[in-house]
Each structure stands twice: as C-alpha cells, then as structure tokens.
Nanobody, 118 residues
Framework: QVQLVESGGGLVQSGGSLRLSCAASEGIGSPYMMAWVRQAPGKDREFVANIRWDTGVPQYADSVQGRCTISRDNAKKTLYLQMNSLKPEDTAVYYC???????????WGQGTQVTVSS
C-alpha cells in the first residue's frame, strides 16, 4: 500500500510563495507519473501539474504556468511544488497523486490546505 503525505501548506499573503512537499512510502518504487491536484471549496478537483518520474518532464495547468514549478527527488521519494506569486484564487486543498500504472492515479494523499489572503 503506497502512502503519500503532503506538507508545506499554510496561510500566505497574495504575491507570496509556498513550497509543498509530498513524501511517498518506499513501496511506491518508481511511479510512472506524479501530480498535484487542488480542490477549492464548492469546486471540482483541478489539475495543477504533473511530472514523469523517469524523465522529469513536467506539465502545468494554464492557471499556474510560469508561477509554479513541480519537481521530484527520486532518492527521497518526494514530490515538490514550488508556488510563487500566489493569488487568492490559488486557495484550495492541494493533493498529491501517484500513477503507478499509466492511465490513472492509483494513490492519493490526504491533502494540505493553502490559503492566500488578498
């Protein structure tokens, strides 16, 4: 059973920065892909970014392109999301997800709250 534990969320002012981390249990091995997904109150989950674990190639949602950087540390089995120039509309619970099998996300973390004040 793969476990994902997010951390790094918090309250920040508009324009500020946060770095989210997602630590994976050893059983994750080498996933195909990992991602950050967020959910704001009253809204559906929204893709933020993902990264191919083997190549490190990232993809970003248009809403965060240029402001966020996804990265991973294979040795530490940890996924990161550096978020800069944060906006109030970035307020959401941020979830980490792992795709062990290509095509869908098998494992999810419990989420970490990010709140951006105006």
């Amino acid at each position: 059973q793969v476990q994902l534990v997010e951390s790094g969320g918090g309250l920040v002012q508009s324009g500020g920065s946060l770095r989210l981390s997602c630590a994976a249990s050893e059983g994750i091995g080498s996933p195909y892909m990992m991602a950050w997904v967020r959910q704001a109150p009253g809204k559906d989950r929204e893709f933020v970014a993902n990264i191919r674990w083997d190549t490190g190639v990232p993809q970003y949602a248009d809403s965060v392109q240029g402001r966020c950087t996804i990265s991973r540390d294979n040795a530490k089995k940890t996924l990161y999301l550096q978020m800069n120039s944060l906006k109030p509309e970035d307020t959401a619970v941020y979830y980490c997800a792992a795709s062990i099998t290509p095509g869908y996300y098998d494992s999810w973390g419990q989420g970490t709250q990010v709140t951006v004040s105006s």
